[in-house]
């Protein structure tokens, strides 16, 4: 969301309304279903850093970063409105953030006994490369090519190819090299490159202080100056895998969007692409069959607007009358099943 929004900032609705993330979110998760085809989709989210039970464990953990915008602030009811559109489950954790809600999700669909699962994790955090394993594979947003919107890292070759180390090994070089991003201190003065070297010369950071004496100058003085910190902050980089976390691949399929309700949203952004695709594979949905018996408030509104039909009134008519119902959406639904002579009842 934050790329989305620095990227499209000046982008607002006829009513100037931001709508830069969230023009941007729904492209990346257009990009995710084109690309992927899941059966399974889940949104995973954060909480609020002062409920986060790792900031208990360090006074800088992401302590340094700035209040997100307030353009952005305002579109996340937006954003969550897209995810509930789509469907898509969304799920936190009382303490725990994202990525080890992501982790768990991973790990349970990894492991799932009825089926055999391949999982992709979206996201633009590097350090879940820990993830990837055979099963669990990884598509780093933003960092795709020509062939794909995103970068497939899925063996431990692609992640020493990434990261210079394999995905067991990089809470251990998180822990020499930190990650600014999460004020994780890691051990000053050891970069990714001196990382990447003592993690593969001594495994990981029991290797290395058990074999401290074999490294010399100011390099062995930085690590016993911050002893502590490199475990501290292999700890805090290190994902959570085993959360106590409700999985019911039921509740987590990914099929069919609420069209009408994404139409409405989409309308209310002028988001007109995205309108226009939906309208299209609305269309598609219902002539492969799967329309739906009309309840009887739905049947009443069909014969209003039938009758209405038949004195040859426009379509944005209907809109601007709104028959004086409470549910456009539901006009707009029916009115759709009669553009397409779609009836269960005539």
Same mark, same amino acid.
């Given at each position: 969301?934050?790329?989305?929004?620095?990227?499209?900032?000046?982008?607002?609705?006829?009513?100037?309304?931001?709508?830069?993330?969230?023009?941007?979110?729904?492209?990346?998760?257009?990009?995710?279903?084109?690309?992927?085809?899941?059966?399974?989709?889940?949104?995973?989210?954060?909480?609020?850093?002062?409920?986060?039970?790792?900031?208990?464990?360090?006074?800088?953990?992401?302590?340094?970063?700035?209040?997100?915008?307030?353009?952005?602030?305002?579109?996340?009811?937006?954003?969550?409105?897209? =995810?509930?559109?789509?469907?898509?489950?969304?799920?936190?954790?009382?303490?725990?953030?994202?990525? $080890?809600?992501?982790?768990?999700?991973?790990?349970?669909?990894?492991? $799932?006994?009825?089926?055999?699962?391949?999982?992709?994790?979206?996201?633009?955090?590097?350090?879940?490369?820990? @993830?990837?394993?055979?099963?669990?594979?990884?598509?780093?947003?933003?960092?795709?090519?020509?062939?794909?919107?995103?970068?497939?890292?899925?063996?431990?070759?692609?992640?020493?190819?990434?990261?210079?180390?394999?995905? #067991?090994?990089?809470?251990?070089?998180?822990?020499?090299?930190?990650?600014?991003?999460?004020?994780?201190?890691?051990?000053?003065?050891?970069?990714?490159?001196?990382?990447?070297? =003592?993690?593969?010369?001594?495994?990981?950071?029991?290797?290395?202080?058990?074999?401290? #004496?074999?490294?010399?100058?100011?390099?062995?003085? &930085? =690590?016993?100056?911050?002893?502590?910190?490199?475990?501290?902050?292999?700890?805090?980089?290190?994902?959570?895998?085993?959360? #106590?976390?409700?999985?019911?691949?039921?509740? =987590?399929?990914?099929?069919?969007?609420?069209?009408?309700? @994404?139409?409405?949203?989409?309308?209310?952004? $002028?988001?007109?692409?995205?309108?226009?695709?939906?309208?299209?594979?609305?269309?598609?949905? @219902?002539?492969?069959?799967?329309?739906?018996? @009309?309840?009887?408030?739905?049947?009443?509104?069909?014969?209003?607007?039938?009758?209405?039909?038949?004195?040859?009134?426009? &379509?944005?008519?209907?809109?601007?009358?709104?028959?004086?119902?409470?549910?456009?959406?539901?006009?707009?639904?029916?009115?759709?099943?009669?553009?397409?002579?779609?009836?269960?009842?005539?």
């Amino acid at each position: 969301m934050y790329r989305s929004h620095f990227a499209l900032m000046g982008m607002r609705n006829s009513n100037g309304m931001s709508t830069g993330a969230t023009f941007g979110f729904i492209n990346t998760l257009e990009s995710v279903i084109r690309e992927f085809r899941p059966d399974y989709l889940v949104a995973c989210l954060d909480v609020k850093r002062d409920e986060l039970e790792r900031a208990g464990e360090l006074e800088t953990y992401k302590a340094h970063r700035e209040s997100m915008p307030e353009e952005l602030v305002m579109q996340i009811d937006t954003i969550m409105k897209v =995810l509930d559109g789509y469907r898509i489950p969304k799920y936190k954790k009382a303490g725990q953030e994202a990525d $080890d809600v992501i982790a768990t999700f991973a790990t349970k669909f990894s492991n $799932d006994e009825d089926e055999q699962i391949e999982v992709f994790v979206i996201t633009g955090d590097k350090d879940l490369a820990q @993830l990837v394993d055979g099963k669990i594979n990884i598509a780093l947003l933003g960092k795709g090519d020509k062939n794909s919107a995103f970068k497939h890292i899925k063996t431990d070759e692609d992640v020493v190819e990434y990261l210079g180390v394999t995905p #067991d090994k990089i809470p251990d070089l998180f822990g020499l090299m930190g990650d600014k991003s999460d004020g994780i201190p890691g051990v000053a003065g050891i970069g990714p490159k001196n990382g990447v070297k =003592l993690i593969t010369t001594y495994g990981n950071l029991e290797g290395i202080y058990e074999n401290i #004496d074999e490294i010399k100058g100011k390099q062995k003085e &930085k =690590l016993l100056t911050d002893k502590e910190n490199a475990f501290i902050s292999r700890e805090l980089a290190t994902v959570k895998r085993e959360l #106590d976390i409700e999985y019911d691949k039921k509740k =987590l399929k990914f099929e069919e969007k609420d069209f009408d309700s @994404l139409l409405e949203l989409y309308e209310e952004l $002028d988001f007109k692409r995205f309108s226009k695709a939906v309208e299209e594979e609305k269309e598609r949905f @219902l002539q492969n069959g799967n329309q739906k018996e @009309l309840t009887e408030e739905e049947k009443l509104v069909l014969e209003k607007i039938k009758k209405l039909l038949k004195k040859n009134w426009k &379509k944005r008519d209907l809109k601007e009358k709104k028959l004086k119902s409470r549910n456009w959406s539901m006009i707009r639904k029916i009115r759709f099943l009669m553009e397409f002579h779609i009836f269960m009842s005539m």
